[in-house]
């Protein structure tokens, strides 16, 4: 942790809260908060349970995870990188995965919960981070961006109700430009390590 420092830290706590996006997510529950906002913040209070939940198991075993099927780091950086340009792309076109789902309450576990939030671009970044700086300091980034996510959800479903979803759709289609930017410098620093391992 004091090597990567406090700046470093709060890097990668950005990193996972644009990942998770859950400014875009709120676009999607917008409807249904305007019209039921009390039914809405009880699905919240699960899907927030279930991320720190799942952003907590892969931030301790993302070492072991890739161990156990032996694979580098590097070239996981490339193909997480690649499936997380891919997602930022899907986002910056439609907005998200889809434009509006009708939440039950065992939707807030499936797809909301995961993989709207905790999905394949936040698992990428969670394993990587436990594979270059350790499970602890994955688990302390994952903690705080789960943090961050309830709080963005829990006080986003109130002010929805006055300002709207279109504004929340533009916002979280700028974080997918940030996500874009993470997956071309994963997927850089991947392809950069390989090169200088095999010139040594």
Do not use: C, H
């Amino acid at each position: 942790m004091s090597e990567l420092g406090v700046i470093g830290f709060l890097g990668l706590v950005g990193q996972l809260y644009a990942i998770m996006n859950p400014i875009g997510k709120l676009a999607i529950i917008g409807p249904l908060a305007v019209e039921r906002p009390a039914y809405v913040r009880k699905i919240t209070a699960t899907v927030v349970v279930v991320v720190y939940v799942l952003a907590s198991i892969f931030a301790l075993a993302g070492g072991f995870i890739l161990s156990v099927f032996g694979v580098s780091i590097d070239s996981f950086r490339i193909a997480g990188g690649v499936v997380l340009l891919a997602i930022s792309i899907m986002t910056l076109v439609s907005g998200s995965y889809v434009s509006k789902i009708e939440i039950a309450e065992e939707q807030a576990v499936v797809p909301l919960a995961t993989p709207l939030i905790v999905g394949p671009g936040t698992i990428t970044a969670l394993i990587v981070i436990s594979s270059v700086y350790g499970p602890l300091v994955a688990f302390l980034a994952a903690f705080v961006a789960s943090t961050a996510v309830a709080a963005t959800l829990l006080i986003g479903i109130r002010v929805i109700r006055y300002v709207g979803a279109t504004p929340l759709r533009l916002l979280g289609r700028f974080m997918s430009l940030i996500i874009a930017s993470v997956a071309t410098e994963m997927i850089l620093t991947g392809i950069r390590d390989i090169v200088k391992e095999w010139m040594s």
